[in-house]
T-cell receptor, first 111, second 114 residues
């Protein structure tokens, strides 16, 4: 079945630095979604990418969908303590009803 | 919009007891999902419903787990009997078809089985 892999599993970042987390699928995706889960919270939808090569920005967050629609990335610039949490990517599963979530990248920030 | 509502938020029980988790999806959403999250296994899909019908329950770990959706505004996940390894955070999420639209997660129920 379709699998979504994320790397790295953990990301320790100095406040103010940039970092990127990556998401790879074993199959071509019709779309990819990103979610953020704060410590003790629940996953919250951030964004959806649909088109090949699509790039979307949310303030300091830049999301990209690969040309082959099999990978995606999330780049955060000038990391802040508010960026702490786990970032999940998710792609369509074996049918139209469900999403296949990656294992997530857990981000911690050193002040 | 109240979002997805789950109850209870925390549950502590003893091994062997029955546990019932409840979920109210967002009004108008036709798909409902139950997930379990642990440090070891991450976020696991247990079961999902579409129009109140269970579509895929392949993620349900064993017969001790059962889920129902008697109507469009209510779903339950039951564990009977509970075991310590069932300790986890259980999330309910809903979405509006068609396709894999955005899923809206509830706050979760943190279950501890002693």
């Amino acid at each position: 079945g379709q699998q979504v892999m994320q790397i790295p599993q953990y990301q320790h970042v100095q406040e103010g630095e940039d970092f990127t987390t990556y998401c790879n699928s074993s199959t071509t995706l019709s779309n990819i979604q990103w979610y953020k889960q704060r410590p003790g919270g629940h996953p919250v939808f951030l964004i959806q990418l649909v088109k090949s090569g699509e790039v979307k920005k949310q303030k300091r967050l830049t999301f990209q969908f690969g040309e082959a629609k099999k990978n995606s990335s999330l780049h955060i610039t000038a990391t802040q303590t508010t960026d702490v949490g786990t970032y999940f990517c998710a792609g369509p599963g074996s049918n139209d009803y469900k999403l296949s979530f990656g294992a997530g990248t857990t981000v911690t920030v050193r002040a | 919009d109240a979002g997805v509502i789950q109850s209870p938020r925390h549950e502590v029980t003893e091994m062997g007891q029955e546990v019932t988790l409840r979920c109210k999806p967002i009004s108008g959403h036709n798909s409902l999902f139950w997930y379990r999250q642990t440090m070891m296994r991450g976020l696991e899909l247990l079961i999902y419903f579409n129009n109140n019908v269970p579509i895929d329950d392949s993620g349900m770990p064993e017969d001790r787990f059962s889920a129902k959706m008697p109507n469009a505004s209510f779903s339950t996940l039951k564990i009977q009997p509970s075991e310590p390894r069932d300790s986890a955070v259980y999330f309910c999420a809903s979405s509006s078809p068609p396709g894999t639209d955005t899923q809206y997660f509830g706050p979760g129920t943190r279950l501890t089985v002693l």
